[in-house]
C-alpha cells in the first residue's frame, strides 16, 4: 500500500516538460541506515529503491524514505537552506538546494503552514469568563486572584507564542529530515535603517531598484494599504506613491523625495489633487459639499498637522517576527532579509504570490527554479482539549472527558486506515479519526464522515502531532 502511495503522488507530479526552469517536482526526503539525512530525492527515485528493497517508508508526510544499506558521508550532502516568510495567519516554507557559486536557488519542497492564534486567543478568553462566572457567583468561597505574577523576559501571548512554536517546530522536523545548512528568514516588512541611508551598501541600493520596493512596502505598510486621502471611499483599487508637498506646483516650494514627504494615494485622489499645494487643496476641498470631499479635506488637515497614523497594528507581527528569529538562531545560521526584497526577486523572477513561493522569493538569490510543484498544505490544530469539563453556553458543565486520550492505542487526530470485511460498514476508509471510549471510532475521510467503526479495523497510518496534512497539487496551468 505504501508503495502504491509513492507511485500515485509521483504521477500526478510528473509535469509533461520537465527540462523548463518553472516546472520543478516535490522532493522525497531520504534517510540513510542511521537516520541521517541525505539529499532530497526525485520520486522516480524513491520509487525504484523501494520497489529493489533498498529503501523503508520512514513516514507518510513529508514523505520520507529510509535507505537500509547507505550511511552518510561528507560528500553526499550538497547546501539546503530553509527560507521563511512567517505571516499572522499563513507561514510559507521552502526547501531550496543552493548552488553555492552561482547563488542560485533549486526549489525541492514547498509548503504552507495556517495558524490557529485566533482560535488561541478565543479559547482563552472563553475560559477567562468562566473563572469569571465561577468567582463572581455566589459557588464554594474562592479568594480573588490578584496581580502577583511576573511576566518572564521575551513573554508572548499565547495567541502569539503559538505562531513562534509552530515555526520552529517545522524547522526541526525540516531538520530531521534534510541537511539543512542555513535559514533565511523574512525577518520585517521593510528595512528602515536602508530606508533613510540608501548608501550603506549594495549594487541593487545604488540603482535604486530594490530601494523603490523598500520604500513602498514601508509606506503601504505604514497607512494600511489604503488611500491616506480617501480612506478607500472612490473605490479606487490603483495606490500609487504620492507627493503630499508637490515635486513640480504651481506655486509653492518644491516637494522632495524624501520619506517624509511621502505618502500612499489612490489614482482618483492623485488626480484630482493634481499639483496644488495641500493648503490649496484644502481650500478647494473645503468649498465642495460631496462626501468623499470632507473625508479628504479631514484627513489632509491631519497630514498638515504632522499626524500620521501609527504602526501599532503591524506591531504584533513583528513581535512574533523577532521572537523567530531569536528561537531560529539557536537551531541553524540565520540570513535575515525584508519584504522589500522578497517583492523585487518576486517580480525579477515573475513568480506568483503565494504564501510558500514568497518564502522562496526571500533572501539574496540570482535565480529560482522548479516553482511549479505540489504544496504541502499544514494546518495547526491543537492536541486536543486540556480541560476534561465540557461546559455550555453559560459555563456550566455538560458533559466530561474521558481521563486519558487513548482508547485502544488511538488519540483523536490519527490518521488511520480501515479495512472493514463485513457488515453495513464493508469498504476501506482513510482518514482522521475520532476516538469514542466504547472502542467505536469516527472516521473522516476526504469524502464523508464515517460513523461507528471498531478500533478492530484500524490501522495506525501516522501518528497525530497536532497537524492536519494534506498536499494541494500544482495548477495545470
Ligand atoms: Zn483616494
Not at 517508508?57 to 516568510?85: C, G, N
Not at 539543512?180 to 541600493?205: A, C, H, M, T
Not at 498544505?377 to 486520550?405: C, D, E, H, W
Request: glycine residues 8%; proline residues 5%.
Amino acid at each position: 500500500m505504501q508503495q502504491s502511495r509513492g507511485e500515485s503522488s509521483a504521477n500526478a507530479k510528473t509535469e509533461p516538460s520537465p527540462a523548463s526552469a518553472e516546472n520543478g517536482v516535490s522532493r522525497v526526503f531520504v534517510l540513510d541506515k542511521r537516520g541521517k539525512p541525505l539529499m532530497p530525492c526525485h520520486p522516480a527515485r524513491a520509487r525504484k529503491l523501494l520497489a529493489k528493497d533498498r529503501a523503508r517508508v520512514h513516514q507518510q508526510f513529508p514523505f520520507t524514505i529510509r535507505l537500509i544499506d547507505r550511511i552518510r558521508e561528507e560528500s553526499d550532502v550538497q547546501a539546503v537552506h530553509v527560507k521563511i516568510d512567517p505571516g499572522a495567519n499563513t507561514t510559507g516554507m521552502a526547501v531550496v538546494r543552493v548552488e553555492q557559486n552561482v547563488k542560485a536557488n533549486h526549489i525541492l519542497h514547498l509548503s504552507e503552514l495556517t495558524h490557529r492564534g485566533y482560535a488561541v486567543r478565543k479559547k482563552m478568553g472563553q475560559r477567562a469568563n468562566y473563572r469569571r462566572r465561577r468567582r463572581s457567583n455566589n459557588l464554594w468561597y474562592r479568594k480573588p486572584r490578584f496581580d502577583n505574577r511576573t511576566r518572564p523576559k521575551g513573554w508572548l501571548p499565547p495567541s502569539l507564542r503559538s505562531r513562534v512554536d509552530n515555526v520552529t517546530s517545522w524547522v526541526k522536523k525540516y531538520q530531521k529530515i534534510c541537511p539543512v545548512s542555513g535559514i533565511v528568514l523574512e525577518r520585517v516588512r521593510f528595512d528602515i535603517q536602508k530606508l533613510q541611508n540608501p548608501e550603506i551598501s549594495g549594487v541593487e541600493y545604488q540603482q535604486g531598484t530594490l530601494f523603490g520596493y523598500e520604500v513602498r512596502e514601508y509606506l503601504l505598510e505604514r497607512y494600511g494599504r489604503k488611500c491616506v486621502y480617501c480612506d478607500g471611499l472612490s473605490k479606487d483599487p490603483v495606490l500609487e506613491i504620492e507627493h503630499f508637498v508637490p515635486k513640480n506646483p504651481a506655486k509653492g516650494p518644491n516637494g522632495t523625495d524624501r520619506i517624509k514627504n511621502l505618502v500612499i494615494g489612490c489614482r482618483t485622489c492623485n488626480q484630482a489633487k493634481n499639483n496644488y499645494q495641500p493648503e490649496q487643496w484644502a481650500q478647494v476641498l473645503g468649498k465642495s459639499r460631496k462626501k468623499i470631499d470632507k473625508t479628504r479635506l479631514c484627513n489632509v488637515n491631519r497630514l498638515f498637522e504632522g499626524k500620521r497614523p501609527s504602526l501599532a497594528a503591524t506591531a504584533a507581527v513583528n513581535a512574533t517576527r523577532n521572537a523567530i528569529f531569536f528561537e531560529l538562531r539557536q537551531l541553524a545560521s540565520v540570513e535575515c532579509s525584508t519584504g522589500g526584497r522578497t517583492k523585487y526577486n518576486r517580480c525579477r523572477f515573475n513568480i506568483p504570490k503565494t504564501h510558500c513561493l514568497d518564502a522562496a522569493c526571500t533572501g539574496k538569490t540570482n535565480a529560482i527554479s522548479g516553482w511549479k510543484q505540489s504544496v504541502l498544505l499544514i494546518k495547526a490544530m491543537g492536541r486536543g482539549s486540556y480541560q476534561r469539563t465540557r461546559v455550555n453556553a453559560a459555563g456550566f458543565p455538560r458533559g466530561y472527558l474521558m481521563r486519558k486520550k487513548a482508547v485502544h492505542g488511538f488519540v483523536t487526530g490519527d490518521i488511520v486506515k480501515a479495512e472493514v470485511s463485513k457488515g453495513k460498514k464493508q469498504g476501506t476508509y482513510i482518514g482522521r479519526v475520532a476516538v469514542r471510549k466504547t472502542g467505536s471510532f469516527n472516521i473522516q475521510t476526504k469524502i464523508e464522515t464515517v460513523q461507528g467503526i471498531s478500533w478492530r479495523y484500524c490501522q495506525i497510518i501516522s501518528r497525530q502531532n497536532g497537524y492536519n496534512l494534506a498536499i494541494q497539487n500544482s495548477s495545470p496551468t
